[in-house]
């Protein structure tokens, strides 16, 4: 039943957020590429699940990529390969809730951005942390892993929600030329069908 509550509650909230969206679409940028000042590249598909990896520069800076509030924030590394906890494979990260419902959420960071806590606001462009390796990419080639959602509640733990739903490569591809896209309404039709907190992957 909270379930069910939450959905029909971020349902609305998308919902909203697209019709600002719509109106404000003259306003530039309402988004942007999620690294800034680097070289970069990135695939257009993810293993498994929904994401994409971005490969740049070791301490490269990954900055919001619209405006909203911080929603979730790890500062400590807390991966084991022995026990390879999906809750933790993504060492340093922070997740942001936009102004359009979406949750944007980035991993594998080497630093989580000094004053980025949950509840600080943030516009496009803000650093929110820098590139690395941590959790299970330790030893891999520096990245980002960029995944877009929409918000769960923290009690859900649903881990596997924020490490994406939704592909962002071609969303990436349009920041970086430069055109604003949101992909809150792409966001809002699968809610709706999978539900707020689906079934944990078997991968």
């Not at 993810?46 to 520069?57: N, R, V």
């Not at 022995?82 to 936009?98: E, H, Q, W």
């Not at 999978?194 to 992957?201: R, T």
Request: charged fraction near 20%; hydrophobic fraction near 40%; charge should be positive.
């Amino acid at each position: 039943m909270k379930n069910k509550k939450f959905l029909r509650i971020v349902v609305v909230v998308l919902a909203s957020a697209i019709s600002t969206q719509v109106i404000s679409a003259s306003a530039s940028p309402l988004y942007v590429f999620p690294i800034r000042g680097c070289v970069v590249t990135y695939a257009h598909s993810h293993h498994d699940y929904p994401a994409t990896d971005i490969l740049g520069k070791k301490g490269c800076a990954f900055v919001a990529v619209t405006s909203g509030v911080v929603d979730e924030v790890n500062r400590v590394d807390k991966y084991n390969y022995k026990t390879n906890l999906g809750a933790d494979r993504g060492g340093l990260y922070v997740s942001i809730i936009g102004d359009d419902g979406v949750r944007y959420y980035g991993s594998h960071l080497m630093k989580v951005a000094d004053g980025i806590e949950p509840g600080v606001r943030v516009a496009a462009g803000d650093l929110i942390g820098k590139l690395g390796d941590s959790g299970d990419a330790k030893g891999t080639a520096s990245h980002v892993h960029f995944g877009i959602s929409w918000p769960t509640p923290v009690s859900a733990g649903a881990w596997w929600v924020r490490r994406g739903e939704l592909y962002p490569w071609s969303y990436l591809d349009k920041w970086k030329a430069g055109t604003d896209s949101s992909p809150a309404k792409a966001v809002a039709k699968l809610l709706a069908k999978v539900g707020a907190v689906p079934p944990i992957p078997k991968k």
